[in-house]
C-alpha cells in the first residue's frame, strides 16, 4: 500500500519557521516529481512548490518565493519544505503528493499520490 505521510506542522509565531517532512512507504518515487499543497479554511486547495525527481529543478508560486525551500532525498524517499519567515496568510493544511511526472508541475491533476496532510497556524 503507498502512502505518504506528512509530519512536522504545528503552531508558530509570525516570523517564525517550520520543517516538513514527508515520507513515503510502499513505493519508491525517486523518479518522480514531488509536491507541496496547501489548503485553508473556505479555499481551495493550491500549489506552494514541487520538485523534480533528481532535486536538481524546482518551482515555487509567488506567495512564497523566496522564503519556501523544498528539497528531497531519494535514498530516505523523503520530500521536505523549509518554510521560513512564516506569515499568518500561510495557515493551512499541507499535502504532500507525488507526481505522475519526473518533471515538476504546478497543477494538481498531475498528482496522483497524495497525504493526509499536515496542520501550519501562523499567529500573528
Known amino acids: 500500500q503507498v502512502q505518504l505521510v506528512e509530519s512536522g506542522g504545528g503552531l508558530v509565531q509570525a516570523g517564525g519557521s517550520l520543517r516538513l517532512s514527508c515520507a513515503a512507504s510502499g513505493r519508491t518515487f525517486s523518479t518522480n516529481a514531488m509536491g507541496w499543497f496547501r489548503q485553508a479554511p473556505g479555499k481551495e486547495r493550491e500549489f506552494v512548490a514541487s520538485i523534480n525527481w533528481s532535486g536538481g529543478s524546482t518551482l515555487y508560486a509567488d506567495s512564497v518565493k523566496g522564503r519556501f525551500t523544498i528539497s528531497r532525498d531519494n535514498a530516505k524517499n523523503t520530500v521536505y519544505l523549509q518554510m521560513n519567515s512564516l506569515k499568518p496568510e500561510d495557515t493551512a493544511l499541507y499535502y504532500c503528493?507525488?507526481?505522475?511526472?519526473?518533471?515538476?508541475?504546478?497543477?494538481?491533476?498531475?498528482?496522483?499520490?497524495w497525504g493526509q496532510g499536515t496542520q501550519v497556524t501562523v499567529s500573528s
Open positions: 503528493a507525488a507526481d505522475k511526472f519526473s518533471y515538476a508541475t504546478r497543477r494538481s491533476v498531475d498528482y496522483n499520490y
